[in-house]
């Protein structure tokens, strides 16, 4: 065979090779999904920052250590679907985990749970996982007041729910109003649905009725 024949061969040889290699590596890539950790504050609030370690099969990534502030997450860690991952927060000193929950991700499933330990067992499936640690720092839960929606409600009748949910009446400012019948109530602040401590003070804006 001529060189430059033999060459030639050689080189097709080595594209046809490259190619099938290329094939190979493209079918062989592993499906995966994304896991992210995140604290949600318990009552009483903690402060700082919790520290996470997940723990994995040195294949799917081995061990992760992802330091989270409350109220805050981790970034996303993507994982091959199927891994098998145990997830432990470093509970402070007198606080607890109340719950853990896990959200999206299809097919990603939540396993054995140890609130105590601070530990859950998590499988990955596809899409975005998001596991939601709370956790409450040291001494008796704060007794809260949730804010009841009052507005277009009479005075008298807000300033009883307003009692009821363990809140009172502060300041009362009177204004016009062509939305809300007189006597009624315009605003409040804060609003519905705030949680604050037992016995903070409602503001309300209560309608004289329309401008004369």
Do not use: W
């Not at 090779?17 to 290329?22: C, G, P, T, V």
């Not at 499906?31 to 950790?37: I, L, N, R």
């Not at 098998?84 to 396993?111: C, M």
């Amino acid at each position: 065979m001529m060189p430059s024949v033999r060459s030639a061969v050689l080189f097709g040889l080595l594209l046809a090779a490259s190619a099938l290699a290329a094939a190979t590596t493209h079918a062989a890539v592993t499906a995966t999904g994304t896991f992210t950790v995140c604290n949600a504050p318990g009552n009483p609030k903690p402060a700082g920052t919790f520290t996470y370690t997940l723990v994995a099969p040195a294949g799917a990534g081995g061990t992760i250590v992802q330091n989270v502030p409350v109220g805050g997450c981790s970034a996303k860690i993507f994982y091959p679907t199927g891994a098998q991952i145990l997830v432990t927060e470093a509970v402070p000193s007198g606080g607890a985990v109340t719950g853990i929950k896990l959200t999206g991700g299809s097919q990603t499933t939540l396993g054995q749970v140890a609130l105590s330990a601070g530990q859950a067992n998590v499988t990955i499936g596809n899409g975005d996982a998001v596991l939601t640690y709370t956790t409450k720092a040291p001494g008796a839960p704060r007794r809260t007041c949730v804010v009841p929606r009052v507005i277009g409600l009479t005075l008298s009748a807000a300033r009883a729910l307003i009692k009821h949910a363990g809140c009172r009446v502060g300041p009362v400012t009177l204004v016009y109003s062509s939305r809300i019948p007189k006597s009624g109530v315009v605003n409040a602040r804060p609003g519905a649905g705030a949680h604050v401590p037992r016995g903070t003070q409602v503001r309300l804006t209560v309608s004289r009725g329309s401008r004369p």
